[in-house]
């Protein structure tokens, strides 16, 4: 399916890259002079400030992405027309501060001794200014005596992790791959290969894609963006477990040499977009809509999740959060005719992971975009712990998941998956949300608060969320339930009502209560801890001047529980605990109206 949606989206494209191209992602720009010398290397990379915790920011540079001729996707050294690695450009490696052409198994001289042959060839009868200087530049470079070149040294760390782009120095609007003489000869080479290409005795299939008569690709193109920096292949069968009717390595998935480059050409501009795709921890997260232009609905549903990230500005977040809440008013309005999306438009989303040198598809959903907005609109009031909330990010949630006092913990892709899943389909959560947010309840701390037990509204409603969808009902509801009955919830309002009887015979000022010590043991066995907190509590209440209210409110839950407390929960029982304990705490901390 992702394979066909992907060809049927770059069939759509009018600005789709033709064929002998690929986009390249480009970080510094070399300006030649005539004679082939390094005038400048200037920075091409955008600035794009990421938030952090405690208010603090971070500047990332983004690279901008140039249509070069297509890269080669063969291991090992290969050429390339138009050179863009600098172990090639260059034959310099960059050591601790130093550039040296020497290494150990001899790379960079093989390196550059490809490029130069290669582009030296196919340049040597273009006749422009900007390809002469090219020219000038392979045959007048000698890496012996570029060690201590200046310009290089300038970028430090960044030269070997950068991409270059050519340019003529005087003249900033000329670039070596745009020059109009080179795309001539190019375009030539291009069609001299197909020329050869079609001369060949190619064995044709029908394409299980196109489902037309043609060439079948035996390699595919690799997916840049996703797992290593070289790129990584989405189809690959190399193993002999994988052969079939005597076809080999990709023949196998009869997908033919055209759309072999229309998937991959397509999947390759998503990933260079970044309203196109947003990252999980490991997971790569693509979406799009089958239309030419698709800014709206892409935009739209990445602010769906609060733009995912946390390293979109506020401002972006808040724009996104506006846009939702206008569109809602709109719904309830019925003015369904000024939607800034189409909601009839096929809508995809689909989760990646790297794997070794290949990418491994975790999840691929489609559907209307409405149905989706719809779903992700119910995900987000499913989670929703009190009145007004504000929109629940995936980047909050993943906060959620993982120990405050790891740096390295991820969440599992199958757990992002399956809550990615949940939440476009508008089914049940996975019950690994709900373990994991109820052991994270019992285990982690609040150091701000120098409490023992870590729960907050965003934890409160992943657990309720979880236990309404798997009782495909709403058991629970957003504030305090005094008619819910259930054993499990009634001890989690008794807790905090204890708590808060401590919290007051004390006068308020107590670093420990009996959550910090007895909060994960009630939760878990309610009969072994309630006996002695109660009878603690009876001494509590003795200090208070009116012990009426907490008398009263006492026997009102007691009187629910029959007397007797449960001897174990289950897990589900043990999410209703927490979820009774934290809307019972905020209504003894909420203050009443006068009326």
Known sequence: MLIKALCDYSALQENKTPAGYCKQAIHFEILLTPEGKIAAINDLRV????????KKTKTVYDSVMEQLPVRTQKPGIDKNTIEHRPLYIFGLNYDKGTLTPADATNKAAKSHKCFCEWNEKFFENIDSPICKAYLNFIRTWEPEQETQNPHLLALGKEYSNS??????????????????????????????????????????????????????????????????GTGSV????????????????????????KAMKMYTSALNSLLADRSHYKTFDDMTIVYFAMKKNDAEECNMFAGMFSGFEDELNKTVVTEADRNINTVMTQLKQGRTADMPYDPNVEFYVAGFTPNSSRISQKFIFHDKFGRIFDNVLKHQQDISFTEGQRQVSIERIKRELISPKSSKEKVPSPLTAALFEAILKGTRYPDELLSTVITRVKTDSDEENNHFIKLNDTRAGLIKGCINRKQNKEEIKMSLDLENKNQAYLCGRLFAVLEKIQQDASGGG????????????????????????????????????????????????????????????SLDDQGRFIVGYAQQNKALYTKKSEE
């Open 234 to 257: 989405l189809i690959c069968m190399k193993e002999k477990a994988f052969e079939s009717y005597g076809k080999k390595q990709s023949y196998n998935s009869n997908v033919s040499e």
């Open 163 to 228: 991409y270059y782009e050519f340019g003529l120095d005087g003249s900033p609007e000329t670039k070596l791959h745009n020059d109009s003489k080179f795309k001539a000869a190019y375009e030539d080479y291009l069609a001299q290969l197909n020329a050869d290409s079609d001369s060949d005795d190619t064995e044709l299939s029908t394409c299980s894609i196109l489902g037309e008569k043609l060439p079948q690709a035996r390699i595919h193109d690799k997916i840049k963006g996703i797992g290593s």
């Open 510 to 569: 107590l670093n420990r209560t009996i959550k910090d010590s007895y909060f994960a043991s009630a939760c878990s066995k309610p009969s072994t801890v309630f006996p002695k907190l109660y009878k603690l509590s009876q001494n509590h209440i003795k200090k208070l001047s009116s012990p009426i209210f907490y008398n009263k409110l006492c026997g009102e839950i007691l009187d629910g529980l029959d007397g007797k407390f449960p001897s174990t929960l």
């Open 47 to 54: 600035p794009r400030i990421i938030p952090l915790k405690n």
